[in-house]
């Protein structure tokens, strides 16, 4: 099965908390790119990171930071010291194949951030 | 703005009228994506071009919906005599992914037509 698990359906902190979005994928596949997307109440799905399942290594951009980690098939977010413009819908994302461009999305995790 | 762009934002129609969605890709990019998401869900995949050439479909593509890229560069999505349950974002995407050498990009998303069907 190709899939994504956002287990986290709502999360409610208060603005400069640190703030984790868990998600865990399955897939078939060796060869796989994970994703995450933010839609904030506009609509609009903002591209976060790209990540390829060859490449572990954390990534950090400024306040967001990424843990992929194979042996759990886990690709979480962390919101540094939040904010109240963080607050929207993130979704984790996979694309199994190269050539098969079809993104899975998870069911997506809403955060709120209160002043 | 060089961004993905969909005509109309909204729209309200009548259960059973016809709907034309379109969508305007990044310039330059040759594949094309067409998702649905339904509240409190994430998007899901409906069907996707690389250039003109419609590659797949998914089967929530039933018949009454049609997609076309007629000259590989905007796209349109129909939806004939609508039902109730076809009240959702369509979502539009973008991507400069080429067939050879096979290759996945980051797909761009567009705002979304929010269709309400009465």
């Known amino acids: 099965a190709q899939k994504v698990t956002q287990a986290q359906t709502e999360i409610s902190v208060v603005e400069k908390e640190d703030v984790t979005l868990d998600c865990v994928y399955e897939t078939r596949d060796t060869t796989y790119y994970l994703f995450w997307y933010k839609q904030p109440p506009s609509g609009e799905l903002v591209f976060l990171i790209r990540?390829?399942?060859?490449?572990?290594q954390n990534e950090i951009s400024g306040r967001y930071s990424w843990n992929f980690q194979k042996s759990t098939s886990s690709f979480n977010f962390t919101i540094t010291a939040s904010q109240v413009v963080d607050s929207a819908v993130y979704f984790c994302?996979?694309?199994?194949?190269?050539?098969?461009?079809?993104?899975?999305f998870g069911k997506g995790t809403r955060l709120h951030i209160l002043p | 703005d060089t961004g993905v762009s969909q005509d109309p934002r909204h729209k309200i129609t009548k259960r059973g009228q016809n709907v034309t969605f379109r969508c305007d890709p990044i310039s330059e990019h040759n594949r094309l994506y067409w998702y649905r998401q339904t509240l409190g869900q994430g998007p899901e995949f409906l069907t996707y071009f690389q250039n003109e050439a419609q590659l797949e479909k998914s089967r929530l593509l039933s018949d009454r919906f049609s997609a076309e890229r007629p000259k590989g560069s905007f796209s349109t999505l129909e939806i004939q005599r609508t039902e109730q349950g076809d009240s959702a974002m369509y979502l539009c995407a973008s991507s400069p992914a080429d067939v050879s050498p096979p290759s996945t990009d980051t797909q761009y998303f567009g705002p979304g037509t929010r269709l309400t069907v009465l």
């Open positions: 990540r390829n399942s060859f490449d572990e």
């Open positions: 994302a996979l694309i199994p194949r190269g050539r098969d461009d079809k993104i899975i």
